[in-house]
């Protein structure tokens, strides 16, 4: 069995000026089609942001763990991979500046 995890960072404008990025909504699913489309929906609508508040949302950067379990034995093991996803009409500026949001 397969699950999907994403967390991250959503990149958008102030109201009073400006932009900034803020911590995403994790998102939960089964397929990274589903995790992708999810994300789309909620930058549009403005859900991915966890509570700053921006006028307007540009884009987001996804941390997305595939997890897979599978049971030996009666053991669950698992394996994990990691991605990195952009969404939205990010410039190469603005990516580069939320893949350095992972290090700190």
Do not use: C, R
């Amino acid at each position: 069995m397969k699950q999907y995890k994403s967390s991250g960072y959503v990149y958008g404008n102030l109201w009073g000026g400006g932009k900034v990025a803020y911590k995403a909504e994790p998102i939960f699913v089964n397929s990274k089609e589903e995790l992708l489309k999810k994300a789309k929906v909620m930058l549009e609508d403005g859900t991915l942001d966890s509570g700053m508040g921006y006028q307007s949302l540009i884009g987001a950067i996804l941390f997305i763990t595939e997890t897979e379990t599978i049971q030996v034995k009666d053991k669950d093991f698992q394996h994990l991979e990691l991605e990195v996803e952009f969404i939205g009409k990010l410039t190469d500026e603005e990516k580069e500046f939320l893949e350095s949001l992972n290090l700190i």
